[in-house]
């Protein structure tokens, strides 16, 4: 260590590339069955701690909670469908799109070749499907189930098909003549879904056997747009009117299977939010299934934890777990437990019970929460979760009323609702101390590219703005957060910004390999109080390596200063690190360039997902002990390893940026939004989550931004507002129907102002011996977020090709299990696919396609590494918006309306070359436009006269003061609200080269590279589920 004023420049030193890496070790985490503990520091094995014993058998059957639960779900609340008028008002989203490279190819191939359409429209010849506006899945069940709303005009409909049940390449073989359907067939819309179906739609006669529907358009047709594309038949807003009309087409004759008959994502969704949005939605009953992730509506806690909280795979378990094997759903909730509430919803109501502290079960320590059930006038209470009868401690007497209840009910949040929150008492501190509030240290990578491109002096300047803003406590006036500051390249350099000082001071740590803390007072302030030595600091960052030409970095021993910063200062944190290279330098977790595309498509492409050496693996490990959350700013112009720098930040609960080849013009916004969004983000640090179920099934699985060093407590060094951890139950014993299946998510942190508190989510879900009730509870956008999270788990360790098959072999066999079990007897050439899960298949298809699962040449290793990483912490919502990108129709914009325009399906050949249309998957906007486009809506928009004088360099949409250009501005700000990631804005014009890398997103197409489009897959998927029916 050298000790120097704050002017003087650290020695440097060229260094050598590097040798000696470990070998990747890889596997252990977040694996229930890892034992190891890290060294130093454990999170108190307390309260949280005591497992509950595994297995139990039921004792007595638990009676309901104090509410009276619903069954099945039944929930009528008759609204009417509500349609989605036109546009609102806003300001600017200014997003950003981190570039693809996309290769050379100024005119692009055809993604489908004439020969495969055609030979998909000659074996789909005989394919129909009759959307039947009115059939149950149950029917024909024993005890046919009830609607799932009844008194909503959304009868659940089975999507059937009549396939032919051949696949794509092969020749079209045993074509199955469509069998009769003994279903009358519903209004048939654009999006081949029975509509909205408004309350007084006409049921359709059925298409006549041996006939198929729509005059409909090849789904491949896209190579070349214009004329032949959808052309009038394009959905656009207001494509869904609500009656008959918009049938696909009489029943005729037709050559090939009409986009528009099969299941359509854009019509679940509006059907949802025609009959569900804008309303609110009490969950007072168990078992209910809530509103889709993509319909708004109001959410009130009447005893269930909000479905912004925890969503589930199903919300019917099935009682057995051969039942559970026979139709392989997986049985999942995701989780967020701090979730963003709108604020037309209550915030989490705070319970303290002073020293007392929470009242819990003596014997598997689960929460008090509206599943336990008080007897004995009041003095004891039978656990929900265990059946145990425990004592009411005396300072939480109360006598029962009439029914039962104890009379302060609704009084207490723990009594009558899903979510709320404790007091922790010292028993739930580390070493029973009152943690110190958390800390933030600021880590810059000062080489030579980051100051040459303008990189250190933007961070520097954005920094005295955010640092304004740091989260705090409600009823606090400042931020009892603590700052600090580092600067890197292959030496660390630590800042003294004391408030008493006159100038900041630089202590230079040169010794990377074992990184000590030089300073510990004046390291760490209070921003408010240094602000004037902190803003002289980074004033100064800039000009003080100017003149330095350091290439080399290092990164573990960075984070490595952080974490031992915050351990020396004993409190949790989160480091924010800037980072631009692979950290060639001499040091521990030094990376080389590794990536190797020969390994795509091998066994051994799983090796791009690992981290390429075990010192981060460990980082990682001690920095959950001692509750330090990483996240990471990258800036790569090459290769840099995502997949080694990634995974502290993933394991931490911390959070991945990245922003390929940063252009200051072009990128800086989007690096901005994000910057001050993460300052600023509601967040839990040095976190435990402990998942408490009743008897006869329990948490096995735990994806997300975790670590576990034993098979039940979820460590997390932080877990904020975005980050969902997705868990997977197992049945080990019988469940019965008429006490449920109840789970309690309880998380213990502490604040930004340095509480500690614990969260408690409560849901219970309904138990069925009827598949039928299981399939009926399902929900695919959880679904889709367990397949894609576990598949994205299993690439570290399986082929890819085998993880996609056991994709497929999945789906397939959930839909056969459907069709065999529940439906109606029918052709066995039939496909039938459950009400909740008609989009299932095109969703699978989406998240088969995606980068990780499927290389495609212009996605670089790192690229895939991030999007993997991306997917394990996303929530419900984001995980649906990414898989099944938003698509809108921009020229028919209504600026006098405040609503989004709806929303078209992702095909090229909704897609007109007159229109103009907005993409959005969380990640990337583009803004296409037509090369039809008209010239008033481009002046409108972009304030030039016409197609050709649009600059597509920019980022951000110049502000025009119309009302298209506002408009359309105000609806990139909507789509970006509430999104963890700022979107970059990519602008691109029809037959232009960078179209290519919009087409990837259009995912009901077959990808240019790879990957079938919806219609192969249905296909697909049809097929394998006859096998399985033989
Ligand atoms: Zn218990």
């Known amino acids: 260590m050298s000790q120097q004023g704050y002017v003087a420049t650290p020695p440097y030193s060229q260094s050598q590339p590097g040798i000696g890496l470990s070998p990747p070790h890889y596997g252990h985490y977040g694996d229930p069955s890892h034992a190891g503990s890290p060294p130093g520091m454990m999170k108190p094995a307390g309260p949280l701690g005591a497992a509950a014993p595994g297995g139990m058998s039921p004792q007595v059957p638990s009676p309901p909670g104090p509410h009276q639960f619903g069954q099945n779900g039944a929930h009528p609340q008759g609204h009417p469908p509500q349609r989605f008028p036109g546009p609102p008002p806003v300001n600017s989203a200014a997003p950003s799109y981190a570039p693809y490279s996309p290769s050379t190819q100024s005119s692009y191939p055809s993604p489908a070749s004439t020969a495969s359409v055609t030979q998909l429209a000659s074996q789909l010849n005989a394919m129909h499907i009759n959307s039947s506006g009115m059939a149950l899945p149950g029917q024909g069940l024993p005890g046919p189930p009830a609607p799932l709303f009844q008194g909503l005009p959304r009868p659940p409909q089975p999507s059937i098909m009549q396939p032919g049940s051949q696949v794509l390449p092969p020749p079209p073989t045993a074509l199955n003549g469509p069998g009769v359907s003994p279903l009358p067939s519903s209004t048939h819309r654009q999006d081949g879904l029975p509509g909205p179906a408004p309350l007084n739609a006409q049921y359709q006669p059925p298409p006549i056997p041996g006939q198929t529907l729509g005059t409909g358009y090849s789904p491949q047709q896209a190579a070349s747009y214009g004329p032949q594309m959808a052309g009038g038949q394009l959905s656009y807003p207001g494509g869904f009117p609500g009656g008959p009309a918009q049938m696909a087409g009489p029943p005729q004759l037709q050559k090939k299977l009409d986009p528009d008959s099969i299941p359509s994502p854009i019509q679940v969704i509006e059907n949802d939010r025609a009959t569900r949005g804008g309303q609110v939605y009490a969950t007072n009953s168990r078992g209910q299934v809530p509103p889709l992730v993509t319909t708004d509506c109001v959410i009130q806690d009447q005893g269930n934890a909000s479905p912004r909280y925890i969503r589930c795979t199903t919300y019917c378990f099935p009682c057995t777990s051969d039942m559970a094997k026979q139709a392989q759903i997986p049985l999942a909730a995701v989780i967020k437990p701090f979730a963003t509430i ?290 990471l700013f990258l800036f790569p112009s090459q290769y840099v390893d995502v ?286 436009l037509g090369v039809s486009s008209p010239p008033e809506l481009i002046q409108g928009i972009f304030n030039v006269p016409s197609f050709a004088h649009i600059n597509t360099d920019m980022t951000t949409l110049p502000e025009v003061g119309n009302p298209y250009s506002q408009t359309l501005r105000m609806i990139m700000s909507i789509i970006q609200q509430k999104r963890p990631y700022s979107m970059k804005l990519t602008i691109v014009k029809q037959r232009e080269q960078p179209e290519m890398v919009f087409r990837q997103f259009l995912v009901e197409d077959k990808g240019l590279y790879g990957g079938s489009s919806y219609v192969d897959f249905l296909c697909c998927v049809h097929k394998e589920i006859c096998q399985l029916l033989n």
């Open 342 to 631: 709108p604020s037309n919803e209550t915030p989490l109501y705070l319970v303290n019970h002073g020293e007392n502290g929470p009242v819990r079960c003596n014997r598997c320590k689960a929460y008090m929460c509206p599943f336990m059930q008080f007897i004995e006038g009041g003095r004891r209470y039978q656990c929900g979760f265990c059946n145990c009868v425990n004592d009411v401690p005396p300072f939480y007497f109360q006598h029962l009323d009439h029914i039962g209840r104890r009379l302060d009910h609704y009084e207490k949040p723990e009594l009558s609702l899903g979510s709320y929150e404790y007091v922790a008492t010292l028993d739930y501190c580390r070493k029973n101390k009152p943690p110190n509030p958390p800390a933030f240290i600021f880590m810059i990578d000062v080489s030579y590219s980051n100051i040459k491109n303008g990189l250190v002096k933007l961070i520097c300047e954005e920094l005295k703005t955010v640092l304004e803003k740091l989260p705090k406590e409600e009823q606090e006036e400042t931020s009892a957060i603590r700052v600090g500051f580092i600067t890197y390249n292959k030496v660390l350099h630590f800042f003294n910004v004391k408030s008493n000082l006159a100038q900041p001071q630089m202590m230079v740590v040169t010794d990377v390999g074992e990184v000590f803390v030089p300073l510990l007072d004046g390291f760490l302030v209070n921003y408010q109080e240094s602000q004037s030595v902190i803003h002289n600091l980074l004033d100064q960052i800039p000009e003080m390596f100017a003149d330095s030409n350091e290439n080399e970095t290092v990164f573990a021993p960075v984070i490595q200063a952080g974490m031992e910063a915050l351990k020396a200062a004993d409190c949790p944190g989160k480091l924010f690190i800037f980072h631009s290279s692979l950290p060639t330098a001499e040091a521990p977790g030094k990376l080389k360039n590794r990536d190797d595309k020969k390994l795509i498509n091998t066994d051994k492409e799983k090796v791009l997902f690992q981290p390429q050496t075990n010192v981060y693996d460990s980082l990682a490990k001690d920095c959950v002990a001692h509750g330090c959350c990483v996240t």
């Open 643 to 928: 997949a080694s720098l990634g995974l502290v930040p993933q394991l931490t609960g911390g959070t991945l940026y990245k922003y390929n080849n940063f252009q200051m013009h072009m990128d800086s916004q989007q690096f901005l939004n994000d910057l001050r969004n993460d300052i600023e983000k509601k967040i839990g640090f040095d976190a435990i989550m402990r998942i408490r179920t009743s008897t006869g099934f329990r948490a096995t699985d735990f994806f997300g931004g975790i670590f576990m060093n034993n098979t039940t407590d979820v460590e997390m060094a932080a877990i904020d507002c975005d980050k969902a951890v997705t868990v997977e139950f197992k049945h080990d014993d019988k469940l019965a129907e008429d006490s449920g299946a109840l789970i309690q998510c309880a998380v213990l942190y502490t604040t930004i102002g340095g509480q500690r508190r614990l969260r408690i989510h409560n849901l219970s879900l309904n138990c069925s011996s009827q598949l039928a009730d299981l399939y009926k509870s399902c929900e695919t956008d959880a679904l889709i977020n367990f397949f894609a999270k576990s598949a994205f788990k299993a690439v570290l360790h399986q082929p890819l090709k085998v993880i996609r098959e056991i994709l497929v072999n999945q789906t397939a066999h959930m839909l056969a299990c459907y069709r065999k079990n529940c439906a109606s007897p029918s052709a066995a050439s039939q496909l039938i696919l459950p009400d909740s899960m008609k989009v299932l298949p095109v969703y699978m298809n989406c998240l088969l396609k995606n980068c990780v699962l499927l290389s495609r040449p212009e996605i670089s290793t790192d690229e895939r590494a991030y999007q993997r990483q991306l997917v394990m912490t996303m929530g419900v919502a984001d995980s649906q918006l990414f898989f099944y990108p938003q698509l809108l129709p921009i020229h028919t914009l209504d600026v006098k309306s405040t609503a989004l325009p709806t929303a078209i399906r992702c095909s090229e050949s909704r897609l007109s070359e007159e229109g103009i249309f907005l993409l959005a998957n969380g990640l990337n906007m583009f803004l296409w």
